[in-house]
């Protein structure tokens, strides 16, 4: 499936369950303690549907991590159904689950995660390495669409805050997967910064890209179309808005 290939259709007679690209149904996550256990995602039940942009909130220890860990096929559930791109992630087995992930998740994190000894080009291509095999052409104009092709060149430790986080996206994008996952994008930036990769996010959202974003900053949560709020492990899902939209496949 090709994001550029992604119509948005508004289509009456579809179900938010039937586009879903990630969908919960009764997802709980508990971690077995010293004597306690911690229930970190309470019986939550939501679907989020291809083109839609998420924003996750909530206090420090809420379960926001343990829920993106999820979404990212990094965990899975203790208890309840988790589908991504209509795939049941308890049946897989780790190396399924692995190659799964590599396709279907691009992953933006708030410390970047670059290798230190690789300029931004290598960066990128090390994940179409990882994907399938590497196109130098392919990653070089991955980083020209976030405004790096002259920058392919340079290491991470020779690249702004900013620009790092610009080559962590095209690295995330290099394989176009249906959902992006972004962990506090903008939690390491400067305001400038922080507008460029907004600026950025939000192209990505207008081309037909799902995006799910843990975010504390109110400022970018509000760039999203839906909140999803968590609270001590429970979820509170704010209203839908946006059309649905769904796949050409
Ligand atoms: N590996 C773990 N073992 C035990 N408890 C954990 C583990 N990871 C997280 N928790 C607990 O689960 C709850 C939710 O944590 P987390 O998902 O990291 O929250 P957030 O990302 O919102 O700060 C917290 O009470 C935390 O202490
Ligand atoms: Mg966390």
Redesign the pocket.
């Known amino acids: 499936m090709n994001n550029v290939e992604l119509v948005t259709t508004l289509n009456a007679s579809q179900t938010r369950a039937e586009c879903a690209v990630i969908a919960l149904t009764h997802v709980s996550r508990e971690?077995p303690?010293h004597g306690t256990t911690?229930r970190?995602l309470d019986d939550a039940t939501f679907s989020i549907v291809a083109g839609e942009w998420v924003a996750i909130t909530?206090p420090?220890?809420?379960?926001?991590?343990?829920l993106v860990n999820m979404l990212g096929c990094l965990d899975r559930p203790t208890a309840g159904t988790l589908k991504i791109d209509g795939h049941d992630v308890a049946a897989m087995s780790p190396t399924e689950l692995d190659r799964f992930r590599a396709d279907k998740i691009g992953f933006i994190f708030q410390q970047f995660h670059l290798i230190p000894y690789l300029s931004a080009l290598e960066n990128v291509m090390l994940a179409q390495y990882f994907h399938s095999m590497t196109d130098e052409a392919e990653a070089r104009q991955a980083l020209t669409r976030v405004g790096l092709g002259d920058r392919a060149s340079h290491l991470p430790s020779e690249l702004s805050g900013g620009e790092q986080q610009r080559v962590c996206i095209a690295r995330a994008l290099i394989n176009n997967p249906p959902i992006l996952l972004a962990d506090e994008p903008t939690g390491n930036l400067d305001a400038a910064n922080q507008k460029i990769v907004a600026d950025l996010l939000q192209d990505l959202h207008r081309n037909g890209n799902t995006i799910v974003m843990v975010t504390h900053d109110p400022e970018m949560a509000g760039l999203a179309q839906r909140r999803i709020a968590?609270s001590h492990?429970k979820v509170f899902c704010h209203p839908v808005g946006g059309p649905v939209v769904t796949l050409k496949r």
């Open positions: 971690y303690g911690v970190a909530g420090s220890g809420s379960g926001k991590s343990t968590l492990g």
